[in-house]
């Protein structure tokens, strides 16, 4: 499927997915929308970037035909189509591209609107957007993108620096590149109640 689409969800929902992920932009018109990249133009007939476009014009973009003719005229879906058509039946995993305390605001309402907030985890970067999240809605699930240590650090440096920064902010998920992990640090984590997603993240 076309990344980022609602045909694209359904097929994942249809294969048993439990969770989906998406990064969420903010339109000039203050609308939610679901695309990967600031830019238009590499999944879509678009041009510029999100956040100077009203959603008329978003609504107006194919993003289907890249991927295949049977997918043209595809829609950018907008983040409240998602929540309508899947509601509380699967989780979120919400990568945040705003810049704003309205941005944060605005998402939060949509959530509370839907009622959906137990089933996401929000996630960005840079970090300061997280903890502002969580300083807004101390109840929200929260994860941060980790990446490999500078060649000056040490891994127990390392380690120490993302327990408690996490800690202070009150993270529940660390993202974390397989090269930084293992079986001890791990185990630390979880300790402080924070999951673990191993990924490439570099």
Same mark, same amino acid.
């Given at each position: 499927f076309p990344e980022n689409t609602i045909e694209a969800f359904k097929g994942a929902v249809e294969r048993s997915a439990d969770r989906i992920e998406f990064d969420v932009h903010m339109t +000039?018109?203050? $609308?939610?929308?679901? !695309? !990967?990249? *600031?830019? =238009?133009?590499k999944t879509d007939n678009g041009e510029g970037l999100i956040y100077e476009k009203?959603?008329?014009?978003? $609504?107006? %973009?194919?993003?289907?035909? &890249? *991927?295949?003719? /049977?997918?043209? !005229?595809?829609?950018?879906p907008t983040l409240e189509k998602v929540f @309508?058509?899947? +509601?509380?039946?699967? @989780?979120?995993?919400?990568?945040? /591209?705003?810049?704003?305390v309205e941005f944060l605001q605005s998402l939060l309402d949509l959530? @509370?609107?839907?009622? #959906? %907030?137990?089933?996401?985890?929000?996630?960005?970067?840079?970090n300061y957007l997280i903890y502002? =999240? /969580?300083k807004i809605k101390p109840e929200a699930k929260t994860g941060v993108f980790l990446t490999n240590?500078? #060649? &000056?650090?040490?891994? @127990?440096?390392?380690?120490?620096?993302? =327990?408690?920064?996490?800690? %202070?902010?009150?993270?529940?998920?660390? !993202?974390?590149?397989?090269?930084?992990l293992n079986e001890e640090f791990i185990v630390k984590l979880r300790s402080r109640g924070i999951s673990v997603h191993a990924a490439d993240c570099d």
């Open positions: +000039r018109d203050k $609308q939610f929308v679901i !695309h !990967h990249d *600031y830019y =238009l133009g009203n959603l008329e014009y978003i $609504q107006t %973009l194919d993003v289907g035909s &890249w *991927y295949g003719s /049977k997918f043209a !005229h595809t829609k950018m @309508d058509t899947f +509601r509380n039946t699967i @989780d979120y995993e919400i990568e945040i /591209k705003g810049f704003t959530v @509370d609107k839907y009622n #959906v %907030l137990n089933n996401i985890e929000f996630t960005t970067n840079p502002t =999240l /969580k240590y500078p #060649v &000056w650090m040490t891994p @127990d440096l390392g380690e120490k620096m993302i =327990l408690e920064n996490l800690t %202070l902010g009150n993270v529940n998920v660390a !993202h974390c590149p397989i090269s930084i």
